[in-house]
């Protein structure tokens, strides 16, 4: 299996602009998580889908943030319009959900963003 | 409220020295897992051991060993005769039932270990 693939592995991108960053899940998991990783703020959970459908997005900062998952295979993330605060690794992972594989979380590789 | 509690924030050993990370965990679900994630300078997450709350064997693998306690919330990580390619950033995380098993993460400890 390939696992978790995210696209750009890196941006670099000036205030203002919008930012989109891409997930493909792993297939047949029914998770997929939204992370962002600060020094500050360390490893914080955006939003997470079931099945396609958002569950829990309580950790998107603010509406600038927002986040799809038009099909099983494909998420996006978008920062619009975009803040130096919002400079982090983002995190895409997913899961097969519990049972046997007890809630583990596959993550990609992450995208660097830097916001100037 | 933090879930996740790993008070060492860094950590200094020399090679061949055994150092144990710490991890404190809170819930009131009965069904939930404890995780450890290494974060190595390259930055990607790596998966190291799952527990379960109904599992309190303690797990050996190499020179990795867990140790879980649930009368103190614990799950401590103890690393034995490190080396130097263990210098990393270790995350605990918890992962509840009741929410989509997403996981908590804990801080993180960073480790060093020179030669």
């Known amino acids: 299996d390939a696992g978790v693939i995210q696209s750009p592995r890196h941006e670099v991108t000036e205030m203002g602009q919008e930012v989109t960053l891409r997930c493909k899940p792993i297939?047949?998991?029914?998770?997929l998580f939204w992370y962002r990783q600060t020094m500050m703020r360390g490893l914080e959970l955006l939003i997470y889908f079931n099945n396609n459908v958002p569950i829990d997005d309580s950790g998107m900062p603010e509406d600038r943030f927002s986040a799809k998952m038009p099909n099983a295979s494909f998420s996006t993330l978008k920062i619009q319009p975009s803040e130096p605060r919002d400079s982090a690794v983002y995190f895409c992972?997913?899961?097969?959900?519990?049972?046997?594989?007890?809630?583990?979380?596959?993550f990609g590789e992450g995208s660097r963003l830097t916001v100037l | 409220a933090q879930k996740v509690t790993q008070a060492q924030t860094e950590i200094s050993v020399v090679e061949k020295e055994d150092v144990t990370l710490d991890c404190v965990y809170e819930?009131?679900?009965?069904?939930?897992?404890l995780f450890w994630y290494k974060q190595p300078p390259s930055g990607e997450l790596v998966f190291l051991i799952r527990?379960?709350?109904?599992?309190?064997q303690n797990e050996i693998s190499g020179r990795y060993s867990w140790n879980f306690q649930k009368s103190t919330s614990s799950f401590n990580f103890t690393i034995t005769a490190s080396q130097v390619v263990d210098s990393a950033v270790y995350f605990c995380?918890?992962?509840?039932?009741?929410?989509?098993?997403?996981?908590?993460f804990g801080k993180g400890t960073s480790l060093l270990v020179t030669p």
């Open positions: 527990r379960n709350s109904f599992d309190e």
């Open positions: 819930t009131r679900d009965t069904t939930y897992y």
């Open positions: 297939s047949g998991h029914d998770y």
């Open positions: 995380a918890l992962s509840e039932a009741n929410s989509g098993y997403a996981l908590n």
């Open positions: 992972a997913s899961s097969p959900g519990g049972g046997a594989w007890g809630g583990e979380l596959f």
